[in-house]
């Protein structure tokens, strides 16, 4: 069965800084990757997502991500953080033939002023 | 469309009672999701129906969890009887289409629910 793993729990960076979440997963074939921001309190907002063509994904709110195979890797980024991002990050991964869908642990992201 | 509509948004209930958690998925959408998040597991997905059938329950706790969809506008997640480390946020999420031709996951607000 497919797994995510994001390995950063917390993580704090100043406003105007770039950011990068790291994302990894297991899945022996290719697989369906998403990046959901969930505030509190709040659902999950999906951010983008990686079906298959173009590696660079681009989503809403300035973020973007990159599907890398060799390193079984799907990583956030963001060129400057606005102190609105401050959220909790999920990554999740789902196979090509069902909808069975698996979500990382989260990263949650403080912004400085 | 509204979204998925997920009610109620709070629930607070005493051990022994049975709960019922109540989804409305958007409108058109084929597949439905019920996950549990607590801080301790993160997002668990419980069960997901595909077509109103149910797919993979392997992700409910025990016998104590049932969840049914009577139609492709409605589905339920019931807790019976109700235990206080069954607190937790529930979510629901919907989706449309099948394999290549799918979107993503479309979730609602969760319920809140606390079992004292």
């Known amino acids: 069965a497919q797994s995510v793993t994001q390995p950063d729990i917390h993580i704090t960076v100043s406003e105007g800084a770039s950011l990068e979440l790291r994302c990894n997963y297991s899945?022996?074939?290719?697989?369906?990757l998403f990046w959901y921001v969930q505030s509190p309190g709040q659902g999950l907002q999906l951010l983008l997502k990686?079906?298959?063509?173009?590696?660079l994904v681009q989503g809403i709110k300035g973020f973007e991500a990159e599907f890398k195979r060799s390193q079984s890797s799907f990583n956030l980024r963001k060129p400057s953080v606005h102190w609105s991002d401050a959220a909790e990050y999920f990554c999740?991964?789902?196979?090509?033939?069902?909808?069975?869908?698996?979500f990382g642990a989260g990263t949650r992201l403080t912004v400085k002023p | 469309d509204a979204g998925v509509i997920q009610s109620p948004r709070h629930e607070v209930t005493e051990m022994g009672q049975e709960v019922t958690l109540r989804c409305k998925p958007i409108?058109?959408?084929?597949?439905l999701f019920w996950y549990r998040q607590t801080m301790m597991r993160g997002l668990e997905l419980l069960i997901y129906?595909?077509?109103?059938?149910?797919?993979?329950d392997s992700g409910m706790p025990e016998d104590r969890f049932s969840a049914k969809m009577p139609n492709a506008s409605f589905s339920t997640l019931k807790i019976q009887p109700s235990e206080p480390r069954d607190s937790a946020v529930y979510f629901c999420?919907?989706?449309f289409g099948t394999g290549g031709r799918r979107t993503e996951a479309f979730f609602g607000q969760g319920t809140r629910l606390t079992v004292v």
């Open positions: 999420a919907s989706s």
């Open positions: 899945y022996g074939a290719t697989p369906y």
């Open positions: 990686y079906f298959s063509g173009d590696t």
């Open positions: 999740a991964v789902a196979p090509y033939n069902n909808n069975d869908m698996r």
């Open positions: 409108s058109g959408h084929n597949s």
């Open positions: 129906f595909n077509n109103n059938v149910p797919i993979d």
